[in-house]
């Protein structure tokens, strides 16, 4: 199994909603990332989670909220979002070098 | 801030015919690679090279790397309509292994 699967796939919110973005794999990988991509811009880093704890966190604000309850799973929550929120969250696992992308959820924040 | 820039920005062609794009980017590095991204959906892989390599091919492709210039080139021989896509090159720096940085990306059309 080569995939890493997120969901949902596409997401509508308010801006007083709680929501959450799942993405999983089974490929063993320990590395596991969350990046976010506006329109015709490339992704951008969000968090990098190794050995199931927060490595990275590019000085994203704290309505974003990453979980990685085990080795296979990854977390997003998403509270008090913004309108400019709106974007596709990718999420990515790796094992020496090769980057693996989920499908992302594609967020609008109302 | 994004490590790389490409060029060109856009490029459209003609089905079968060769399209290059190129990747410049800022700092050492510990690897470089190449992704397709279809519609804004998610990112496919498509080939690494290594800071010691010096070209690699999977393929219809053929990436190269100059680490001297800082730059990599991304050839996709005899082009398909299906290869119409975003394309950007990614690189994990020396001092940051792990970190996947994407340069601004190539929107490439191959007309039918």
């Known amino acids: 199994d080569t995939e890493v699967t997120q969901t949902p796939k596409h997401l509508v919110m308010g801006m007083t909603n709680k929501k959450s973005l799942k993405c999983e794999q089974h490929?063993?990988?320990?590395?596991m990332y969350w990046y976010k991509q506006k329109a015709k811009k490339p992704p951008e880093l969000m968090f990098v989670?190794?050995?199931?704890?927060?490595?990275i966190n590019e000085s994203v604000p704290s309505r974003f909220s990453p979980e990685c309850p085990n080795s296979s799973l990854l977390n997003l929550h998403l509270h008090a979002l913004q309108p400019e929120d709106s974007a596709l969250y990718l999420c990515?696992?790796?094992?020496?070098?090769?980057?693996?992308f989920g499908p992302g959820t594609r967020l609008l924040v109302l | 801030s994004q490590q790389g820039e490409e060029d060109p920005q856009a490029l459209s062609i003609q089905e079968g015919e060769n399209a290059t794009m190129n990747c410049s980017y800022k700092t050492s590095i510990n690897n470089l690679q190449w992704y397709r991204q279809n519609s804004g959906r998610g990112l496919v892989h498509l080939i690494l090279?290594?800071?010691?390599?010096r070209e690699k091919h999977s393929g219809r492709l053929r990436v190269t790397l100059d680490t001297s210039k800082k730059s990599s080139s991304l050839l996709i021989t005899a082009s398909r309509a299906a290869d119409t896509a975003s394309y950007f090159c990614?690189?994990?720096?020396?001092?940051?292994?792990?970190?996947?940085?994407f340069g601004q990306g190539t929107i490439l059309t191959v007309h039918p």
């Open positions: 990515a696992s790796s094992q020496e070098g090769g980057f693996y």
């Open positions: 490929m063993g990988h320990r590395a």
């Open positions: 990614a690189t994990v720096r020396l001092t940051s292994y792990g970190k996947l940085t």
């Open positions: 989670y190794s050995y199931e704890k927060l490595s």
């Open positions: 090279i290594r800071s010691n390599e």
